[in-house]
């Protein structure tokens, strides 16, 4: 099985910026970020395939433009940097990772086999 490990959350004021890491056991060819409010169901929050040559990333509307997310095989790390946070963007924050095959439901929980524990993001 892959093992992730999810770091780097924190607490910051609005508008501040963290950068998510997840240090993965092996290659898969998908990567994602998922995230969870107290109360509210897991969304999904940005991904990024790497496929046959082809590296493209997806994000949920709430957060395009202020989250990038990017991966470095050579380091076995995938990154979520976000910037411009909000209070709304308070969260435990999820890293999944999967091999995939169609990329229409490539935000939704039941693409991803493997899953971290978590770490928490709080924005005041």
């Known amino acids: 099985d892959v093992q992730l490990v999810e770091s780097g959350g924190d607490s910051v004021p609005a508008g501040g910026s963290l950068r998510l890491s997840c240090a993965f056991s092996e290659y898969t060819n998908c990567m994602a970020w998922f995230r969870q409010a107290p109360g509210k169901e897991r969304e999904g929050v940005a991904a990024?395939?790497?496929?046959?040559?082809?590296?493209?990333?997806y994000y949920a509307d709430s957060v395009k433009g202020r989250f990038t997310i990017s991966r470095d095989n050579a380091q076995n790390t995938a990154f979520l940097q976000m910037n411009s946070l909000k209070p709304e963007d308070t969260a435990m924050y999820y890293c999944?990772?999967?091999?995939?095959?169609?990329?229409?439901?490539?935000?939704?929980?039941?693409?991803?086999?493997?899953w971290g524990q978590g770490t928490q993001v709080t924005v005041s």
């Open positions: 999944a990772a999967g091999m995939i095959i169609g990329r229409t439901n490539i935000l939704l929980q039941n693409q991803y086999a493997y």
């Open positions: 990024i395939y790497t496929g046959g040559g082809d590296v493209t990333t």
